[in-house]
């Protein structure tokens, strides 16, 4: 397994590569991936990151993990409907508070191997699971996107 530090610095290299498109060439695209375009796809990501956020810090003070309260689909579609209205600088300046707080959370656990997240089937993940997943979560997208654009 890759040292803490280098996973958090991946992803923070990776976020911020994300919403360079997402606020440059991604703004103005109409490219939609399956019923999400552009700005659905930047409210999904808000949500993942606000979901590992609550979950790391919730372990570090001592209570027990993020519970994911329904399937992933149906938390998708939840959490973009409840973010209508906002801007994609609205959304990227969360992405950005979030990120910030995520590093600083993981780095500063005592055990980051520690369950801080658990899906409805029951699949869970550690903090450094968690930035790992992240990571390769938001590439993907960002690179469906781009490539269908």
């Not at 979901?51 to 810090?57: H, I, L, P, W």
């Not at 005592?110 to 790992?132: H, K, M, N, W, Y």
Request: charged share 25%; glycine share 10%; aromatic share 6%.
């Amino acid at each position: 397994m890759s040292d803490r530090n280098e996973l958090i610095e991946r992803l923070e290299s990776t976020v911020d590569s994300g919403l360079g498109y997402f606020l440059g060439p991604g703004r103005s695209s109409d490219v939609k991936i399956g019923d999400w375009g552009v700005w659905e796809v930047l409210c999904h990501m808000v949500y993942w990151h606000q979901a590992t956020v609550s979950g790391v810090e919730a372990v570090a003070a001592g209570a027990g993990p993020y519970l994911i309260d329904g399937e992933t689909d149906e938390v998708n579609d939840r959490f973009i409907a409840s973010m209508a209205g906002r801007s994609s600088d609205e959304l990227a300046e969360e992405i950005r508070g979030l990120q910030s707080k995520l590093s600083s959370a993981v780095r500063q656990m005592s055990d980051p191997a520690a369950t801080v997240f658990i899906r409805q089937s029951g699949a869970s993940a550690s903090a450094l699971d968690r930035v790992e997943q992240i990571t390769r979560h938001w590439q993907s997208h960002v690179d469906e996107l781009a490539s269908a654009g």
